[in-house]
């Protein structure tokens, strides 16, 4: 610490550079570089400086500071000026008296010049006694101002590393809830590969038979609807909106094995209560330009006739990018009695999408029709009453 705060006076002496000590290591650069260009050389000048041998440095003979064997650091200095450090790099303390004395530690022993750094334990009770009452006030006042600059650096230490142990046992136990909560629930336990992201990230047509179960509907027979669902992937998972004719859906999707999703959702509602949860599993090897999905879902009927029911949907890609914008309140959407959806694409093309109840043979997929008929529905509980079949003689 004495040596340290000798050379801290000679660098401003010869610089006229204040370094102000203090616990920012960054302070203590400008001195340590200095010291750095003697403590290089050490492994050279044991014989004509006299202090201790070091061996070269033969690992890296091009690198530069702060990377080379020898280098000082301005946290070592912070470090052994603050106390922090009881017994620093021998390097650091031979450079030191080379800077100030001219000498290393060993030829400062043979010749001493700083009384200061003497210590005779067998005389040192008489040399107490026999000082001037000044020199003692002096010694004892700058032994106080010492003690005064290097307490605050320990205590804001300590408090640093307990406020730091703290905050490592915090997320500890965050990190290992939530590897928990990712085992127990199987969330994100397959990482897709770029392939699989890119088939399932975009905007999807989904038609889906659920008002040929709507009870509260007299003419619900082969009746569809279309939505539109826009899937995006987000670190690990991938996030969803699905745009139906009267609301719309949110949830995520997540893949479980190569190419199979699971796919989440809930109606969209203001609170953060969970209306009409709906799953679905979706099989993503097909070279079909269109995907079956397999949903537990619901009729999204009024009040108790709202039945959970199976159901089979058909999903066609439209593409990927661009942005969705919902219409609301335009001519457009009183003219068609339906909900408008426009995707404007990347290429600043615009698609637009007409959301309401059709008939299935109105469809001009004819493979898609059988998929999405009545036999496609399962319910629940077996109610005939619920399924409307229809009598050709009519």
């Known amino acids: 610490m004495y040596l340290l705060a000798r050379s801290i006076e000679k660098y401003k002496s010869e610089t006229g550079r204040i370094i102000i000590q ?13 010291l750095s260009e003697i403590s290089n050389r050490l492994p050279e000048t044991s014989s004509t400086l006299n202090h201790e041998v070091y061996p070269p440095d033969k690992s890296q003979t091009d690198s530069k500071y702060p990377f080379r064997k ?13 106390g922090i450090v ?83 046992v915090i997320f500890y ?14 969330l994100m336990s397959y990482k897709p590969s770029k392939a699989e992201i890119d ?13 040929q179960a709507r009870i509260s509907d007299e003419n619900r027979f082969h009746k569809v609807v279309p939505n539109i669902i826009e899937i995006k992937y987000v670190d690990g998972y991938f996030k969803l909106i699905r745009y139906g004719a009267s609301f719309n859906h949110i949830g995520y999707a ?38 079956s999905v397999i949903s537990s879902s619901w009729n999204f009927d009024i009040g108790e006739k709202n039945k959970i029911i199976g159901i089979r949907e058909v999903l066609i890609k439209q593409g990927k990018g661009g942005a969705i914008e919902e219409v ?46 009545e036999h496609s529905i399962l319910l629940k509980d077996q109610e005939d009453s619920i399924m409307l079949w229809h009598d050709k003689n009519k």
């Open 173 to 186: 136990y965050k990190y290992m809830k939530w590897e928990t909560i990712k085992t127990d629930m199987n």
């Open 328 to 373: 609301m309140n335009e001519i457009e959407n009183s003219s068609c009695q339906c909900k408008v959806i426009r995707w404007h694409q990347d290429d600043n093309q615009v698609k637009t999408y007409h959301l309401k109840n059709l008939l299935l043979d109105s469809l001009t997929m004819p493979e898609i029709k059988p998929l999405i008929d």
């Open 86 to 168: 009881s017994n620093p790099r021998h390097f650091l303390v031979d450079a030191c008296y080379i800077y100030l004395y001219g000498v290393g530690r060993n030829g400062f022993e043979q010749n001493p010049v700083d009384k200061n750094l003497i210590v005779d334990a067998e005389k040192e009770p008489e040399a107490k006694e026999s000082k001037p009452a000044e020199e003692v006030v002096l010694l004892e006042t700058d032994k106080a101002e010492k003690l005064k600059r290097t307490f605050p650096y320990k205590l804001s230490t300590v408090i640093l590393s307990v406020v730091l142990v703290f905050i490592s």
């Open 70 to 82: 020898y280098d000082i650091t301005g946290g070592q200095i912070k470090d052994a000026i603050s």
């Open 199 to 211: 088939s399932l990230e975009g905007v999807w047509l989904c038609y889906t038979g659920s008002p």
């Open 22 to 34: 203090n616990t920012n290591r960054k302070n203590y650069e400008e001195l340590a570089v200095a």
């Open 254 to 291: 997540q893949f479980e094995a190569p190419n199979i999703v699971s796919i989440y959702s809930r109606v969209k509602i203001k609170n953060d209560s969970t209306e009409s949860p709906r799953h679905s599993l979706l099989l993503l090897n097909s070279a079909k330009k269109y995907l």
